[in-house]
């Protein structure tokens, strides 16, 4: 009887193409690791260097040196890695990464205490070219974190792709640890369509069908450098994630997953307006009026594409576009009114503090999102039914964004004290000065004022000083942050 076979603890699967010149202290890396079962596969993705001969200057049984005949792309050599491998987990460093010494074993360590896992990952060191380091934490966190069955998949659909915990944050492919089986079972695949972004679709779809750990200590050393493959999802990034987010729609959609599909629409439109604003900022949409005739087209084209899935279509546009126009305000000759203009019905927004309120709007916005159900749910525990809201500002576009999704009060009107804005409308909403709002009695419960920090608190002192207001709350914006 022939002896039973044995198979590595871990399989280290190491995909490279012409990056001779560092793989070597990826190899080096592994090789030093303190946790000694593992196999080590170095897929040579058909490379025009010395890759072969660095492979080689190595002796150590472990090591097995496979060369593909013709070029796959780095998406099928994953896939490739997955069909050799024979380890019970898997990992596979980048060719100019390194782990760290306790990496696999603390890596292992996650995965054997808990069985669901499908994928453990750990944060990274960022180094240099030249191997110098960069930065401690690639996301500075205070503990690990463990992803429920949907959970990230939740978190990236909601708010987007973006390095910060706070809004779905990317994990790092070259410190992730797979458990083969479970893969095996499931069918699993990178997805090739995805391009750079397969490995942030992959943890998405990990996550709709087993768990996830993050360690929040690296594990390893993250090279940072213009030939790097991440560095490709930022150049040209809006077409990426137009690429990112259109296979994410159809992978949950196949998986039978509509909310979480919807979720992305209104990333979709975003990323259609950044790649518009990237057009802008190049001169070639040949100015505002043009623009704003493109951004008509996009909108038709977008509620023929996705309808009744944007209950405000407009409203989604506004943090982009004001970001983005923030952004670029020096580079790009731009009459700023003219797109707020657009945007708003025909009110004016013309913040003194453009970055301070940039920066708040994307924290609230957070903020209302991941807080006690959201905004309207919160409203309607406290016990406002019927409100209005006071400014006709960015801030009131956000809470009818959030209400119009997921749900709240009804808005009743927009009042404003700016006189040349009354009898115009605001997203189908009239605006009106306060004292005739409350003159005609419209029998709201609650008024929120939003309008900016340093106004916020005479408003108030205003509205409460109102004849038959007969309201119950007015509270301003900020009594719905959560620091």
Excluded at 61 to 77: C, P
Excluded at 187 to 195: C, L, N, S, T, V
Excluded at 354 to 363: A, F, P
Aim: aromatic share 12%; hydrophobic share 40%.
């Amino acid at each position: 009887m022939p002896p039973k076979q044995s198979f590595p603890k871990i399989s280290v699967v190491v995909p490279s193409y012409n990056r001779a010149h560092l793989l070597g202290q990826t190899i080096a890396s592994v090789l030093s690791q303190n946790f000694k079962d593992y196999e080590l596969l170095v897929l040579d993705d058909s490379s025009t260097d010395n890759t072969g001969d660095v492979v080689g200057s190595f002796s150590d049984h472990r090591i097995t040196y496979i060369r593909n005949t013709k070029n796959l792309g780095f998406v099928n050599n994953w896939n490739k890695g997955l069909d050799v491998a024979t380890g019970e987990y898997v990992i596979f460093p980048g060719d100019d990464d390194l782990l760290l010494p306790d990496c696999l074993g603390t890596l292992v360590n996650i995965m054997d205490d808990d069985q669901k896992l499908a994928m453990v990952t750990s944060n990274a060191s960022l180094i240099d070219i030249f191997g110098e380091q960069q930065s401690d934490y690639y996301i500075k966190l205070d503990r690990d974190l463990y992803f429920n069955v949907g959970e990230y998949s939740k978190q990236v659909c909601l708010n987007g792709v973006c390095n910060d915990v706070s809004y779905g944050f990317c994990f790092q492919f070259p410190g992730s640890m797979f458990r083969r089986q479970l893969l095996k079972e499931s069918a699993f695949r990178f997805r090739q369509e995805a391009g750079c972004f397969a490995d942030m679709l992959a943890f998405v779809e990990l996550n709709l069908k087993f768990p996830l750990y993050f360690i929040n200590e690296p594990q390893i050393l993250r090279r940072i450098h213009t030939g790097q493959l991440s560095f490709h999802k930022h150049i040209g990034n809006t077409q990426n994630l137009m690429i990112f987010f259109s296979c994410l729609k159809n992978m949950l959609e196949s998986y039978g997953v509509p909310y979480l599909s919807k979720q992305l629409t209104g990333h979709i439109l975003l990323v259609r307006i950044h790649i518009l604003m990237e057009q802008l900022a190049h001169n070639k949409l040949g100015g505002v009026k043009l623009f704003r005739d493109n951004i008509s087209e996009w909108l038709i084209n977008f509620q023929e594409e996705y309808p009744d899935k944007l209950p405000i279509n407009r409203s989604l546009l506004v943090l982009a576009l004001f970001n983005d126009i923030y952004t670029l305000r020096d580079s790009v000759s731009l009459k700023e009114n003219g797109v707020f203009a657009f945007c708003t019905d025909d009110s004016k927004l013309l913040p003194s503090n453009r970055g301070e309120l940039v920066n708040d709007l994307y924290r609230w916005r957070y903020s209302l999102r991941n807080n006690s159900g959201g905004l309207g749910q919160r409203m309607l525990n406290s016990g406002m039914k019927r409100i209005a809201l006071h400014g006709a500002s960015l801030f009131s576009l956000l809470v009818l964004e959030e209400i119009a999704l997921h749900g709240g009060p009804s808005v009743i009107a927009i009042l404003d004290n700016d006189e040349h804005k009354w009898e115009s409308s605001f997203f189908g909403l009239q605006i009106m000065a306060p004292q005739t709002f409350f003159e005609q009695d419209h029998k709201v419960d609650s008024v929120i004022i939003c309008i900016g920090r340093g106004s916020d608190q005479s408003v108030k002192t205003q509205l409460l000083g109102m004849p038959n207001n007969n309201i119950n709350f007015v509270l301003t914006w900020m009594d719905f942050f959560d620091n």
